[in-house]
């Protein structure tokens, strides 16, 4: 089980169900962007500095650092 937590404000949030990147669901974006194209050295959702996430009907712009991406192996 993987969950997606983002630091909103200062507070560590599951953002597993949320939306981010023009409405796409978060495992979704996540999961098809996190690859390497091209030999580049940087995943897709990290070239830009920041990643817009859709939380509690708000816009967050963050940073990528304050992204954690949890797998369980229960």
């Not at 993987?2 to 996540?30: C, E, K, P, Q, S």
């Not at 999961?31 to 580049?40: D, F, T």
Request: overall charge negative; proline content about 3%; some cysteine.
């Amino acid at each position: 089980m993987t969950r997606i937590y983002a630091n909103l404000l200062g507070n560590w949030v599951d953002i597993t169900d949320g939306t981010v990147a023009d409405g796409l669901h978060t495992g979704t974006y996540f999961k098809e962007m996190l690859g390497y194209e091209g030999g580049s050295k940087i995943a897709k959702p990290f070239e830009f500095g920041y990643i817009n996430v859709q939380y509690d009907e708000k816009n967050y712009r963050i940073d990528p650092s304050c992204i954690q991406i949890v797998t369980s192996q229960i």
